[in-house]
């Protein structure tokens, strides 16, 4: 498995996008994002979203892109509205997360909405954006149609990711980003190509009922369409907190649900943004405290047999953050694969020491 630096993780994805033909601000927009995926162990939103991405700014691929995109913004003191035109979506939403830390700092709570873009990437790296200024944030995106509503079979609502950003003291921040639905696409991905039972609860037969085999289910790519994915409780609480998703983050900025968002030729996943700025509603340093002294209460509550630790979300992240800082960033042989065969393709040379 090749291993590269956060360094040479840069340096070869810039220049792999600029080859593709992304303007400088956008592969180091989209790099970056791809980076803090990665060093947070989320592969499948780092390097393997990689190949994907500039799939898209070569004209090939499911994600789609309009390379001379012209966004138009609608602007308030507390809001902010981006019609990407198609564009890169990490570059749109991370313009509305800037903005958004930008007018909270001035009226506490300020929100966007980004549609009409291109696929963006891990919710996480927003709002830790958000966090890392003092303030709340909140995220919602709309996807693709891969699970059926509660008590039917077929496919209507997306993985519909959601993801909370909650600053601390002492203590690593809060960081929640979860799709809603019971797996993603490039998590299930590597379990098809493995062959062999799928988890159990993450997907549904032609009937609606749970099942293990891989035959049940196709991925975008297969032909035909059977089965479909369980939502991520398995229940009727799941469906509501999917649809409820798809509200705010489909229809609300994009007027456009996950039955639509591959209706372009692009899978378009828009996006609503909140920040909250704390130091409106309680002394920063007092709120902190408090979730540093919650966290070590959780953390200290008594455990289970047979475990060892209770994690906070996203804890595990800055861990492994820290270990690939310093160790550097492993890449899957898959992900490598198709990544060394676009460097090929696109002339650029490949890390020194990293091999296929």
């Known amino acids: 498995m090749p291993n590269i630096s956060v360094e040479q993780f840069r340096d070869f994805s810039n220049r792999m996008f600029e080859a593709a033909g992304a303007t400088a601000r956008e592969a180091r927009t989209v790099t970056e994002s791809l980076l803090f995926a990665s060093l947070r162990g989320h592969d499948t ?158 997907v549904l037969d032609d009937d609606g009922e749970p099942t293990t085999d891989p035959d049940k289910f196709t991925m975008p790519r297969q032909d035909g369409v059977r089965g479909a994915m369980n939502n991520m409780a398995g229940n009727h609480k799941g469906y509501a907190i999917q649809l409820a998703v798809e509200m705010l983050g489909g229809i609300l900025p994009w007027l456009m649900t996950s039955n639509e968002a591959m209706g372009t030729g692009r899978l378009t996943t828009p996006m609503f943004i909140i920040a909250i700025n704390v130091s409106f509603f309680q002394d920063i340093e007092a709120f902190k405290r408090k979730v540093d002294q919650r966290i070590r209460e959780i953390k200290n509550s008594k455990k289970k047999q047979g475990v060892e630790e209770i994690l906070i979300p996203g804890e595990r992240g800055f861990r492994l953050q820290e270990q690939r800082l310093r160790e550097g960033v492993p890449i899957a042989e898959n992900y490598w694969a198709l990544i060394s065969e676009l460097a090929e393709k696109l002339n650029v040379p490949l890390p020194v020491g990293a091999a296929v």
């Not at 390097?47 to 995109?69: C, D, Q, R």
């Not at 966004?71 to 035109?85: K, L």
């Not at 990490?90 to 903005?99: F, I, M, N, V, Y």
Request: charged share 15%.
């Open 45 to 202: 939103h780092g390097v393997g979203h990689m190949p994907l991405y500039i799939e898209s700014y070569l004209g090939t691929g499911n994600f789609g892109l309009n390379k001379s995109a012209k966004p138009t913004v609608n602007e308030t003191p507390a809001t902010y509205a981006i019609n990407a035109d198609g564009g890169q979506g990490q570059q749109a939403c991370l313009e509305a997360t800037e903005k958004v830390i930008e007018k909270a700092k001035q009226t506490g709570i300020a929100a966007a909405t980004v549609g009409n873009n291109t696929h963006n990437g891990a919710l996480s790296y927003y709002v830790d954006k958000i966090a890392q200024n003092d303030m709340i944030g909140i995220a919602f995106t709309c996807s693709g149609a891969c699970t059926p509503p509660w008590g039917g079979t077929e496919r209507i609502l997306g993985t519909n990711p959601i993801a909370f950003g909650i600053p601390a003291g002492e203590e690593f921040p809060i960081i929640i980003d979860m799709s809603t639905s019971a797996a993603t696409w490039m998590g299930l991905l590597p379990k098809i190509m493995h062959g062999g039972p799928l988890p159990e609860g993450w």
